[in-house]
């Protein structure tokens, strides 16, 4: 029984207002406020991490749409191409059929065609730089 006589004598003293019993240090009630707790933090990451995968997806999905569209246009601008390129044959054809391969113009062209696939291929060429 005495350590217990001795423990509430101790907690006596260091509850009762009249005597300065033991000083036991202040918390600092800054510290607190300052500091957020480590929980809180790691909210704070979790959100912050779901923030920042949301907007990269948003980018990566921008990204996408953007090169879809270049792709889209890319297909587009081609098959413009193609048609203008079949527009012209008949064309480039009968220009060839009034060539005569013997005047000074059919004679530069039959050295203008030797860089391409064929005769109509140059003509092509040649009647889509010359219109």
């Given amino acids: 029984m005495d350590s217990i006589d001795k423990l509430l ?60 569209e270049q792709e889209q246009e890319r297909i587009r601008q081609e098959k413009i191409k193609a048609q203008q390129l079949e527009a012209l044959q008949k064309p480039a054809q009968e220009w060839l059929e009034k060539l ?5 113009e059919g004679l530069w062209f039959e050295r203008f065609t030797e860089g391409y696939p064929s005769k109509l291929a140059a003509t092509i060429e040649y009647l889509q ?3």
């Fill in 9 to 68: 004598a101790q907690l006596k003293a260091e509850y009762d207002p009249a005597k300065p019993a033991i000083q036991q240090p202040k918390p600092d009630l800054e510290t607190p406020f300052i500091q957020p707790l480590p929980q809180s933090q790691s909210i704070i990451d979790n959100i912050l991490a779901e923030v920042k995968a949301d907007v990269e997806a948003q980018e990566a999905a921008e990204e996408l749409r953007r090169q879809q």
């Fill in 129 to 131: 730089n010359n219109n």
């Fill in 100 to 104: 005569d391969p013997f005047s000074p």
